[in-house]
Each structure stands twice: as C-alpha cells, then as structure tokens.
C-alpha cells in the first residue's frame, strides 16, 4: 500500500503527508531533522517518530545544528535517558556526530542544502555511497526517504494523489531533472 493511500485524514500521518512529504526544504534545522527522524525511524514505524517528534524537537534543541554540534557527553547521557525520544547509542551517536558534519559543508559547500544541490542530480546508488562517506546511520533506506522527502528524488506521492499537484507547484529538485534519467 502507497503512504498516499493510508496517510490522508490520519491524525498523525496526514498533515505529515500534505504538507511536508515531498515538498522542498532548504533550511538546515529541517534538514538536520528530517536527517535525524529518518535515522531514528531505522527498525521502527513512522507513526511512532511522528509520534514522538515534539520530544525529538525538545529533546535536540528544535534541530539547531551548532547546538547539537556542541553536544559532550552530559547530553549525550541526558538523550540516551529521554524516554520521550529514541534511546538508542548509535542513533544518538549519529545525530550529534551528523550535526558536526553538516557544520563542516558549511566550510566545504556553504550549507547542508548546498551540498545537496551540488551533487543532484545522483542515482539512487550513487547517493547512498555519498551518505555513507558523509554521515554516519545512513543506509539505503534512509538515504533513500530522506531525499524523496526533501524532493530529490521523486516517487514521495502516486501521481494521481491530490498532494502531487502542489509538489510540482514546488518544483522540487527531481523535476529540474530530464525525466528520463529517472527512467
């Protein structure tokens, strides 16, 4: 079953699927955020990250990059005891660690979103190998929800979803790509 089927009036999965899912973003909290949920998501159902996104939101300083950058272990003990959150090492490992590395493309690319842009458009194939060079808990799953999320990659909606016409209002970045490379 297609999210566009099972999402719409969901009290938890619509306004996610409406408004975010497929829709371009540049800001690095939201960047930093989707990053960190998908990460997080690994083994889990979505419904319970968007569950527990107010306490992701609390817990990592509302995404703010040097802040989660600056973590030392006092926050690291103080995430791994969150319970509102997912208290796994290695995720939370990860998204301090993450935070650290989308610092660095501000140096290396000007930003997250930067960087993205620099290397779209990529296959599908290519862009894991990326995400697992550059950040840490990125595997093919994730690296791939991640991108079609943010619309680098296409495929977050059927084309026939209401939603679908307002992603292409967007012109997000799969769309400024022949359509053929993504045949």
């Known amino acids: 079953m297609h999210y566009c089927d099972s999402a719409p009036g969901h009290p938890d999965h619509g306004p996610y699927h409406d408004t975010e899912y497929g829709f371009p973003a540049r800001d690095e909290a939201i960047l930093f ?27 990592y300083d509302r995404f703010d990059v040097d802040t989660v950058a600056g973590y030392g272990e ?40 930067d960087w993205l842009d ?15 060079k550059t950040f840490l808990f990125t595997g093919g799953e994730i690296t791939d929800e991640f991108l079609m999320s943010l619309g680098y990659l296409p495929g977050a909606h059927r084309p026939d979803c ?7 209002d967007a012109n997000p970045p799969w769309m400024q790509v022949d359509s053929e490379f993504w045949a």
């Open 162 to 168: 209401p939603i679908q016409r307002l992603i292409i």
């Open 33 to 59: 955020e989707r990053l960190v949920l998908e990460i997080n998501q690994a083994g889990l159902s979505w419904l319970t990250i968007l569950r527990k996104r107010p306490a992701f939101t609390e817990a």
């Open 74 to 113: 006092d926050q690291r003990a103080r995430l791994l005891a969150d319970a509102g959150i997912i208290r796994n090492k290695l995720k939370v490992n990860a998204a301090i660690e993450n935070a650290r590395r989308i610092r660095d493309l501000r140096e290396s690319h000007g930003g997250f979103a």
């Open 118 to 132: 620099a290397h779209h458009p990529l296959p599908k194939e290519d862009w894991v190998k990326l995400f697992k």
